[in-house]
């Protein structure tokens, strides 16, 4: 079942904060993020597992609401390289073998 | 030490036609999925290859197949194309023979148009 992201866009300047939110109608094990830049293959951001573990990058921080099964993601003090679009995936049992479901992504474009 | 590299880069098809994507996977992965990717979407799953056989499926017809060689590299086979197919074609790898909380690493994608 594909998660729903919101908002599909977002237009911040340098420094400014962002939330971007990943809903699923299903319940969740766990949560992915990736980031794609244009032209460019989707990168790993961070792992969000149902119990609390977090795993991925120092900058960037998520949350995972299991009962809710949703997902936030966070980004402060936003730089330049953080602009491309941001997916959530979604594994919806523990032995899925890295079977996802994506959102359709946000969009993120920070201005100088 | 090699990311995830597919081939070709770019790829013109007309309707009805047959095409063979190719990817090789990050070093040490064993591991390979493929995605579909419509403009302004996210990737779609199309299917999953761990020791040369098909783990897992999505919603995807018959048309769509694949396979997975002993070097654990793998080719992806759209059989009678049709508009719709035209989208990018992302293959990630992960050491996933455990199964679980693997990140994934994708390649640059094959560009499929479809005329």
């Known amino acids: 079942q594909q998660p729903v992201q919101s908002p599909q866009a977002v237009i911040l300047r340098e420094g400014e904060d962002a939330v971007i939110n990943c809903s699923s109608s299903k319940a969740l094990y766990s949560v992915h993020w990736y980031r794609q830049k244009h032209g460019e293959a989707p990168v790993f951001l961070m792992i969000?597992?149902?119990?609390?573990e977090q795993k991925g990058h120092e900058k960037i921080s998520a949350s995972f609401n299991e009962k809710k099964q949703q997902s936030s993601l966070y980004l402060t003090a936003s730089q330049l390289s953080y602009s491309g679009t941001y997916f959530c995936g979604t594994e919806e049992t523990r032995y899925n073998f890295n079977k996802f479901y994506f959102g359709s992504g946000t969009k993120l474009n920070v201005k100088p | 030490d090699a990311g995830v590299t597919q081939s070709p880069t770019h790829l013109i098809k007309t309707r009805g036609q047959q095409v063979t994507l190719r990817c090789s996977p990050k070093s040490g992965h064993d591991t390979v999925s493929w995605y579909q990717q419509a403009l302004g979407q996210g990737p779609q799953f199309i299917f999953q290859y761990y020791e040369e056989e098909e783990r897992q499926r999505g919603n995807f017809p018959d048309r769509f197949s694949g396979h997975q060689f002993p070097n654990y590299s793998s080719e992806l086979n759209v059989n009678a194309l049709l508009l719709g197919d035209s989208a990018l074609y992302l293959c990630a790898s992960n050491g996933g023979g455990s199964g679980t909380n693997e990140k994934l690493f994708f390649g640059s994608g094959t560009q499929l148009s479809v005329l």
């Open positions: 969000l597992l149902k119990g609390g």
